[in-house]
């Protein structure tokens, strides 16, 4: 319910702007409702705005030279800066410890209780590592697949149409303005138009595993202990894999679906933990904004960047107004 409030309450605020460049504080924003702050404030959120996450993110797959004036030196000082914002919370929570018994019940609450099975709690160091890891996975990754969404909804309106009735009804047999997370997931339609856009952003352009054993591939032998890249935008753009594999076709997912030609998670032991997440917080976004307002491509044919992760050069320019 809390992240239903953040959500509608950012659409409000953010729907009479021209553009998505508040789209990336609106994410983060959920991102902390639905980890950090779970017990307090949904307003506390709004400190987010001096994080600077964006900056660590470029220095994903920027050369690592930590001298000023570099990428990646500027995301080492990012990365600084998100840290000191959480440390400041679990140090309050470390000098409080002893005089409230009853531990907050969110993701630092459970990284700072957690035990291995040696009774060994995480360091700090470790716990600011976990939740600003999983901070950044939440930002750019539903940023960027959210941004997209709306740009294939306005490219595709007989789709945007069907997305719309189907929230729209669900908004109808309530009382209350709040959705939870089963009713979300419950919108067939709404979660085959998000599987179809993350198909179709790879936020995760590629997955590097190691080989466990000799193996043939296509003519080649890889020998046991090799790294293997596996290039997921092939996967998710073979005509072997997808009928018109660049068609924005959220139909496609009414049947059954093979687990190797659908990899945007990855597989097995290492699938991303927070998939069911990062699908659930897009979806929640898409039933507020499709049954709440509508919008417009500025620049209906911009060019898109593919480094470090494929965006719109425009950033995904609108115009959105209320229905």
């Known amino acids: 319910m809390r992240h239903t409030k953040l959500t509608c309450g ?16 609106v994410m983060v924003d959920e991102v902390l409702v639905m980890t950090w702050v779970s017990n ?7 400190k987010v705005e001096v994080l600077p996450p964006a900056g660590v993110v470029s220095g994903f797959r920027a050369y690592p030279l930590n001298i000023p004036g570099f990428t990646f030196y500027h995301a080492l000082q990012c990365r600084r800066k998100t840290q000191e914002f959480f440390r400041e919370e679990l140090d309050k929570r470390r000098k409080n410890n002893g005089e409230n018994d009853q531990p907050i019940q969110d993701l630092m609450g459970g990284l700072m209780n957690i035990k291995d099975e040696e009774g060994n709690h995480l360091s700090d160091t470790e716990v600011l590592d976990n939740i600003t890891g999983i901070l950044l996975a939440g930002f750019e990754s539903t940023v960027v697949v959210t941004t997209w969404a709306l740009y294939y909804l306005a490219k595709y309106p007989n789709v945007l149409q069907k997305l719309r009735e189907e929230n729209l009804s669900l908004k109808s047999s309530k009382s209350e303005l709040l959705v939870t997370s089963d009713e979300i997931l419950k919108l067939e339609y709404t979660m085959k ?14 997955v590097v595993r190691v080989a466990t054993k000799d193996f043939e591939y296509q003519g080649y032998t890889i020998p046991k202990g090799w790294n293997v890249i596996v290039w997921l935008r092939n996967v998710h753009t073979d005509p072997k894999n997808f009928d018109h594999p660049l068609c924005f076709d959220p139909e496609r997912w009414n049947g059954s679906m ?14 991303c933990v927070g998939n069911m997440l990062a699908r659930l917080q897009i979806a929640m976004f898409l039933h507020h904004l499709s049954t709440g307002y509508k919008w417009q491509l500025v620049n209906p044919d911009a060019k898109v960047k593919y480094l470090p992760h494929s965006k719109l050069e425009d950033g995904l320019e609108i115009t959105i107004e209320k229905l």
């Open 258 to 271: 093979l687990p190797e030609n659908f990899q945007a998670f990855g597989a097995g032991p290492r699938i």
């Open 40 to 46: 307090a404030e949904v307003s506390k959120c709004k």
């Open 10 to 25: 950012n659409i409000i605020h953010w729907s009479p702007k021209d553009g998505v460049g508040e789209l990336q504080t």
């Open 193 to 206: 138009v998000v599987d179809e856009t993350i198909r179709l952003a790879n936020i995760a352009g590629f």
